[in-house]
């Protein structure tokens, strides 16, 4: 069973330049999400999708862009990488945005912009 | 609106010695709340949660929380730490509401097991 599978899962990037963190999950979940986790701050949400063609933003969606592309995948799009982006990212899906559902996780893209 | 506050970012026991996780939460409906774990280098699972069947929950592991709503908590515990109980715990609460999703997690608490 793989789950939620997220690609790269290391990356370096210079200021300035552009990367895509791919996601897809084959749980047939309607909702998708974007975390990302820095220490001593939990994790927190950048975008979601609560469903296939919608997105929205969550707690901190600046210099973020996500694409849901179909019901698998949802990718999440530096344009322009800033130090401050230096994170792990997870991405992580369930069966609706419902409160009583349980998340699942990917295993992380850790990002270093230099 | 909701949070949640884990007490103590690192929290160190023995082997064999008992595992408590504080967590404490504010909402204003009645939530659902969940722990996840992290092992190294992974991304996070789901240990129990609590949707209001039953104020005592039983997880994966040994695990179990207690609901308490006066007290506004739900701590972890574990009678008998274990090596491989090492990890970071996440403590999440999570509202339903006409806008759909919303789950906060806490910063969590990173646990040390000592041989």
């Known amino acids: 069973n793989a789950g939620v599978t997220q690609t790269p899962k290391f990356q370096v990037l210079k200021t300035g330049q552009s990367m895509t963190l791919q996601c897809a999950q084959d749980m047939n979940h309607n909702s998708m999400y974007w975390y990302r986790q820095d220490p001593g701050m939990g994790l927190r949400l950048i975008y979601y999708?609560?469903?296939?063609?919608?997105?929205d933003k969550g707690e901190v969606p600046n210099g973020y862009n996500v694409s849901r592309l179909n019901k698998r995948e949802f990718s999440l799009r530096l344009e322009s990488a800033a130090p401050s982006q230096t994170s792990v990212y997870f991405c992580a899906s369930n069966l609706r945005s419902h409160s009583g559902n349980t998340i699942y996780f990917g295993e992380g893209s850790w990002l270093t912009v230099v | 609106a909701q949070s949640v506050t884990q007490l103590g970012s690192h929290v160190s026991v023995s082997e064999g010695a008992l595992v408590l996780l504080r967590c404490n939460y504010s909402s204003s409906v009645p939530p659902y709340l969940f722990w996840y774990v992290q092992y190294p280098n992974q991304g996070l699972q789901l240990l129990l949660k609590y949707t209001s069947a039953a104020t005592l929950v039983k997880g994966i592991n040994g695990f179990e929380a207690e609901f308490k709503k006066s007290e506004t908590s739900f701590h972890l515990t574990k009678p008998s730490a274990h090596m491989r109980d090492a990890a970071e715990y996440f403590c999440?609460?999570?509202?339903?509401?006409?806008?759909?999703?919303?789950?906060?997690f806490g910063a969590g608490t990173r646990l040390f097991v000592k041989a």
């Open positions: 999440a609460v999570s509202v339903g509401d006409t806008g759909g999703f919303k789950t906060i």
């Open positions: 999708s609560a469903s296939e063609g919608t997105t």
